[in-house]
Nanobody, 120 residues
């Protein structure tokens, strides 16, 4: 019914930048919160950032000042601009969204993940 598809991951040198995108599609009525999480090998998935429909943002301390989350409500898309990347940012990055579909039901959806590798 709903799909989240991430793109933009890849290999980058430390200090470099990447921009991730996540597009939601399907029988969407509205999207409240959209966010990003990441999971490094051998570690639990951790919260990175979130943005509400009106545009309020929140960041984990580990990325504050380096990452910027934004969204295009018309395109049902959320972005994550990642600057000053460090080797410890290496992980699979997942998109997450709180979505109400057209029958009125609500659920929490996840993308398939995109790999970000930062070489030192």
């Amino acid at each position: 019914q709903v799909q989240l598809v991430e793109s933009g991951g890849g290999l980058v040198q430390a200090g470099g930048s990447l921009r991730l995108s996540c597009a939601a599609s399907g029988m969407i009525f509205s999207i409240r919160r959209m966010g990003w999480y990441r999971q490094a090998p051998g570690k639990q998935r951790e919260y990175i950032a979130a943005i509400t429909s009106p545009g309020s943002t929140n960041y984990a301390d580990s990325v504050k000042g380096r990452f910027t989350i934004s969204r295009d409500n018309a395109k049902n898309t959320v972005y994550l601009q990642m600057d000053s990347l460090k080797s410890e940012d290496t992980a699979v990055y997942y998109c997450n969204a709180d979505i109400t579909i057209i029958d009125g039901s609500w659920d929490d959806y996840w993308g398939q993940g995109t790999q970000v590798t930062v070489s030192s």
